[in-house]
Protein backbone atom coordinates (compact mmCIF):
# COMPACT_ATOMS: atom_id res chain seq x y z
CA UNK A 1 0.00 0.00 0.00
CA UNK A 2 0.84 3.75 -0.36
CA UNK A 3 3.29 5.04 1.99
CA UNK A 4 3.83 8.39 3.91
CA UNK A 5 6.84 9.08 5.61
CA UNK A 6 6.59 11.59 8.76
CA UNK A 7 10.06 13.06 10.68
CA UNK A 8 10.79 13.40 12.76
CA UNK A 9 9.00 11.08 14.98
CA UNK A 10 9.78 12.84 18.54
CA UNK A 11 11.12 16.07 18.96
CA UNK A 12 11.87 17.54 22.88
CA UNK A 13 12.67 21.52 22.02
CA UNK A 14 12.91 24.48 24.34
CA UNK A 15 9.85 27.18 25.03
CA UNK A 16 10.43 30.01 21.83
CA UNK A 17 11.88 27.62 19.04
CA UNK A 18 10.44 26.56 16.24
CA UNK A 19 10.21 23.23 15.06
CA UNK A 20 9.64 21.61 11.31
CA UNK A 21 7.73 18.62 11.04
CA UNK A 22 7.80 16.77 7.19
CA UNK A 23 5.45 14.88 6.00
CA UNK A 24 6.36 12.80 2.16
CA UNK A 25 4.33 10.52 -0.02
CA UNK A 26 6.89 7.81 -1.02
CA UNK A 27 5.32 6.24 -3.98
CA UNK A 28 2.25 8.09 -5.25
CA UNK A 29 1.43 12.18 -6.08
CA UNK A 30 -0.57 13.46 -3.11
CA UNK A 31 -2.52 16.94 -4.18
CA UNK A 32 -3.66 16.89 -1.11
CA UNK A 33 -2.42 16.43 2.39
CA UNK A 34 -3.76 16.53 6.30
CA UNK A 35 -2.32 18.01 9.01
CA UNK A 36 -4.06 16.80 12.47
CA UNK A 37 -2.89 17.29 15.93
CA UNK A 38 -4.32 14.93 18.80
CA UNK A 39 -4.03 15.29 22.57
CA UNK A 40 -4.19 12.84 24.84
CA UNK A 41 -7.15 10.67 24.93
CA UNK A 42 -8.37 13.10 22.41
CA UNK A 43 -9.74 12.39 18.87
CA UNK A 44 -8.02 13.32 16.32
CA UNK A 45 -8.29 17.49 15.13
CA UNK A 46 -7.83 18.56 11.90
CA UNK A 47 -5.64 21.63 11.77
CA UNK A 48 -5.41 22.45 8.19
CA UNK A 49 -5.50 21.05 4.58
CA UNK A 50 -2.79 21.78 2.63
CA UNK A 51 -2.92 21.42 -1.44
CA UNK A 52 -0.03 21.54 -3.50
CA UNK A 53 0.93 25.11 -4.51
CA UNK A 54 -1.19 26.85 -3.01
CA UNK A 55 -2.01 28.18 0.45
CA UNK A 56 -3.00 25.61 2.98
CA UNK A 57 -6.96 26.15 4.41
CA UNK A 58 -6.98 26.01 8.16
CA UNK A 59 -10.17 25.09 10.36
CA UNK A 60 -11.41 27.27 12.60
CA UNK A 61 -9.34 28.41 15.85
CA UNK A 62 -5.83 27.34 14.75
CA UNK A 63 -3.53 30.07 14.03
CA UNK A 64 -1.82 29.82 10.47
CA UNK A 65 1.09 32.32 11.39
CA UNK A 66 1.78 29.81 14.27
CA UNK A 67 1.46 26.91 12.00
CA UNK A 68 3.37 27.45 8.65
CA UNK A 69 2.33 24.70 6.24
CA UNK A 70 4.18 24.61 3.17
CA UNK A 71 2.78 22.21 0.18
CA UNK A 72 5.72 22.86 -2.45
CA UNK A 73 4.99 19.56 -4.41
CA UNK A 74 3.03 16.78 -4.81
CA UNK A 75 5.36 14.93 -2.62
CA UNK A 76 6.08 17.16 0.43
CA UNK A 77 4.19 18.83 3.04
CA UNK A 78 5.84 20.52 5.86
CA UNK A 79 4.64 21.77 9.09
CA UNK A 80 6.33 24.39 10.95
CA UNK A 81 5.48 25.65 14.82
CA UNK A 82 6.91 28.69 15.40
CA UNK A 83 7.73 30.14 18.91
CA UNK A 84 6.63 26.84 20.72
CA UNK A 85 5.38 26.76 23.98
CA UNK A 86 4.11 24.40 26.49
CA UNK A 87 0.71 23.75 25.34
CA UNK A 88 1.95 22.96 21.73
CA UNK A 89 3.12 19.80 23.34
CA UNK A 90 0.98 17.40 21.12
CA UNK A 91 0.98 14.59 19.03
CA UNK A 92 1.25 16.02 15.23
CA UNK A 93 0.34 13.44 12.23
CA UNK A 94 0.21 13.62 8.90
CA UNK A 95 -2.06 12.42 6.10
CA UNK A 96 -1.73 12.18 2.16
CA UNK A 97 -4.79 11.63 0.12
CA UNK A 98 -4.90 9.17 -2.83
CA UNK A 99 -8.30 9.95 -3.99
CA UNK A 100 -11.54 11.04 -2.53
CA UNK A 101 -12.51 9.63 0.53
CA UNK A 102 -11.33 7.80 4.20
CA UNK A 103 -10.64 4.92 2.40
CA UNK A 104 -7.61 6.17 0.02
CA UNK A 105 -6.21 8.32 3.19
CA UNK A 106 -2.80 7.66 4.38
CA UNK A 107 -1.24 8.70 7.79
CA UNK A 108 2.36 8.97 8.44
CA UNK A 109 3.68 7.59 11.78
CA UNK A 110 3.14 10.87 13.67
CA UNK A 111 5.30 13.42 15.58
CA UNK A 112 5.23 13.84 19.44
CA UNK A 113 6.45 17.18 20.06
CA UNK A 114 7.24 18.14 23.67
CA UNK A 115 8.37 21.68 24.41
CA UNK A 116 10.20 22.25 27.98
CA UNK B 1 -23.22 17.59 20.99
CA UNK B 2 -20.35 16.64 19.46
CA UNK B 3 -20.51 15.50 15.82
CA UNK B 4 -19.21 11.96 16.92
CA UNK B 5 -19.62 10.81 20.42
CA UNK B 6 -18.34 7.36 21.24
CA UNK B 7 -18.12 5.80 24.55
CA UNK B 8 -14.48 6.24 25.63
CA UNK B 9 -14.36 3.02 27.43
CA UNK B 10 -12.18 0.99 28.44
CA UNK B 11 -13.66 -1.78 27.59
CA UNK B 12 -12.28 -4.60 29.71
CA UNK B 13 -12.56 -8.22 28.03
CA UNK B 14 -11.65 -11.09 28.56
CA UNK B 15 -9.80 -13.14 25.47
CA UNK B 16 -12.09 -15.00 23.40
CA UNK B 17 -15.04 -12.65 24.41
CA UNK B 18 -17.14 -11.01 22.11
CA UNK B 19 -17.38 -7.11 22.04
CA UNK B 20 -19.48 -4.20 20.31
CA UNK B 21 -19.72 -0.79 20.55
CA UNK B 22 -21.16 1.71 18.97
CA UNK B 23 -20.77 5.30 17.73
CA UNK B 24 -23.17 8.12 17.31
CA UNK B 25 -22.80 11.04 14.42
CA UNK B 26 -24.96 14.52 14.26
CA UNK B 27 -24.81 15.08 10.49
CA UNK B 28 -27.46 13.37 9.34
CA UNK B 29 -26.60 13.91 5.70
CA UNK B 30 -23.23 12.31 6.01
CA UNK B 31 -22.22 9.47 3.27
CA UNK B 32 -18.93 7.74 4.50
CA UNK B 33 -18.19 5.92 7.97
CA UNK B 34 -15.14 4.15 8.89
CA UNK B 35 -13.70 2.18 12.18
CA UNK B 36 -10.43 3.16 12.53
CA UNK B 37 -7.85 1.24 15.04
CA UNK B 38 -4.95 3.23 16.74
CA UNK B 39 -2.66 1.75 19.32
CA UNK B 40 -0.65 4.45 21.33
CA UNK B 41 0.98 7.02 20.01
CA UNK B 42 0.59 5.20 16.32
CA UNK B 43 -0.69 6.26 13.37
CA UNK B 44 -4.11 5.28 12.93
CA UNK B 45 -4.78 2.68 10.25
CA UNK B 46 -8.20 1.90 8.41
CA UNK B 47 -9.77 -1.44 10.08
CA UNK B 48 -13.02 -1.07 7.59
CA UNK B 49 -15.47 0.60 6.30
CA UNK B 50 -19.19 0.95 7.07
CA UNK B 51 -21.60 0.44 3.97
CA UNK B 52 -25.40 0.58 4.55
CA UNK B 53 -26.10 -3.22 4.19
CA UNK B 54 -23.43 -3.69 6.99
CA UNK B 55 -19.99 -5.83 6.18
CA UNK B 56 -18.25 -8.12 7.88
CA UNK B 57 -14.35 -8.86 7.38
CA UNK B 58 -13.21 -11.89 9.36
CA UNK B 59 -13.90 -11.32 13.00
CA UNK B 60 -15.01 -7.70 12.42
CA UNK B 61 -18.85 -6.81 11.28
CA UNK B 62 -19.36 -3.33 10.56
CA UNK B 63 -22.99 -1.90 10.90
CA UNK B 64 -24.83 1.15 9.67
CA UNK B 65 -28.58 2.92 10.97
CA UNK B 66 -28.90 5.86 9.01
CA UNK B 67 -32.23 6.39 11.01
CA UNK B 68 -30.43 6.54 14.57
CA UNK B 69 -27.70 7.95 13.39
CA UNK B 70 -24.95 5.20 14.38
CA UNK B 71 -22.63 2.94 13.26
CA UNK B 72 -21.39 -0.47 15.28
CA UNK B 73 -18.09 -2.05 15.49
CA UNK B 74 -18.65 -5.82 16.92
CA UNK B 75 -15.50 -8.03 17.37
CA UNK B 76 -16.09 -11.68 17.83
CA UNK B 77 -13.31 -14.34 19.34
CA UNK B 78 -11.41 -11.42 20.69
CA UNK B 79 -7.84 -11.58 20.42
CA UNK B 80 -5.19 -9.80 22.71
CA UNK B 81 -3.78 -8.28 19.53
CA UNK B 82 -7.18 -6.62 19.40
CA UNK B 83 -6.06 -4.43 22.43
CA UNK B 84 -6.27 -1.01 20.75
CA UNK B 85 -8.42 2.92 20.57
CA UNK B 86 -11.32 2.11 17.89
CA UNK B 87 -12.15 5.40 16.10
CA UNK B 88 -15.26 6.02 14.59
CA UNK B 89 -14.71 8.72 11.54
CA UNK B 90 -17.55 10.05 9.87
CA UNK B 91 -16.61 11.92 6.53
CA UNK B 92 -18.02 15.22 5.95
CA UNK B 93 -19.44 16.54 2.37
CA UNK B 94 -17.02 19.59 2.05
CA UNK B 95 -14.73 19.14 -0.94
CA UNK B 96 -11.81 18.84 1.22
CA UNK B 97 -12.70 15.40 1.97
CA UNK B 98 -12.60 15.93 5.53
CA UNK B 99 -13.13 13.47 7.95
CA UNK B 100 -14.73 14.00 11.62
CA UNK B 101 -13.24 11.17 14.34
CA UNK B 102 -14.67 10.37 17.31
CA UNK B 103 -12.39 10.71 20.12
CA UNK B 104 -11.93 6.74 20.50
CA UNK B 105 -12.93 3.98 22.37
CA UNK B 106 -10.49 2.21 24.11
CA UNK B 107 -10.53 -2.14 24.39
CA UNK B 108 -8.41 -3.56 26.35
CA UNK B 109 -8.47 -7.50 26.12
CA UNK B 110 -7.64 -9.67 28.94
CA UNK B 111 -5.92 -12.95 29.02
Known amino acids: GAVVSQHPSWVICKSGTSVKIECRSLDFQATTMFWYRQFPKQSLMLMATSNEGSKATYEQGVEKDKFLINHASLTLSTLTVTSAHPEDSSFYIC????????????FGSGTQLSVL | RKEVEQDPGPFNVPEGATVAFNCTYSNSASQSFFWYRQDCRKEPKLLMSVYSSGNEDGRFTAQLNRASQYISLLIRDSKLSDSATYLCVVNGLDSNYQLIWGAGTKLIIKP
Open chain 1, 95 to 106: SASAGRGGEKLF
